[in-house]
């Protein structure tokens, strides 16, 4: 295989909750696919639409000319969602080499681009949560 024979391929990440997104993006004809499952098929239609925002916000004519394939692994639907979403907009910044593109990222939502560390409470002793406790009647 000769040097001229390689496409250009690019490797981004995103994190939220528990949800981890590899996002592979590639020359291509503007497929998306998560989890080998087509975009146009994904379910549920919100964690769609939420996975297409960046797309939406970069255009046509950046999108038309990528393939992207993300694998995406823990969390519940939404937080897959919105991790494939912080995968595929970061990649695009990178791909594009673009500071118009992050800074319109940045605008729209700041989540897109940066992590959000935020996580589940562990729970303590005592109780069925992290907070609750059991209550007392003895006055």
């Keep these: 295989m ?19 997104a590899r996002v592979l993006i590639k020359e291509g004809t503007g497929k998306v696919r998560v989890n080998d ?8 239609w919100i964690a769609k639409e939420k996975i297409m925002e960046p797309l939406y916000l970069a255009g046509e004519e950046i999108t038309g000319k990528i393939d992207i394939d993300a694998k995406v692994e823990g969390g519940g ?19 594009t080499k673009s500071e118009i593109l992050r800074d319109t990222y940045l605008k729209y939502d700041r989540s897109m681009l940066a992590g959000d560390s935020r996580r589940t409470e562990p729970k303590k002793f005592g109780g069925p949560s992290a907070r609750t406790r059991k209550q007392k009647s003895y006055r």
């Design 2 to 20: 000769g040097i001229e024979a390689m496409t250009k391929m690019l490797l981004s990440t995103g994190k939220r909750k528990t949800s981890i």
């Design 37 to 44: 499952i087509p975009i146009q098929l994904y379910q549920p």
């Design 77 to 95: 639907f939404m937080s897959q969602a919105e991790a494939v979403r912080m995968g595929i907009a970061r990649g695009l910044v990178k791909w």
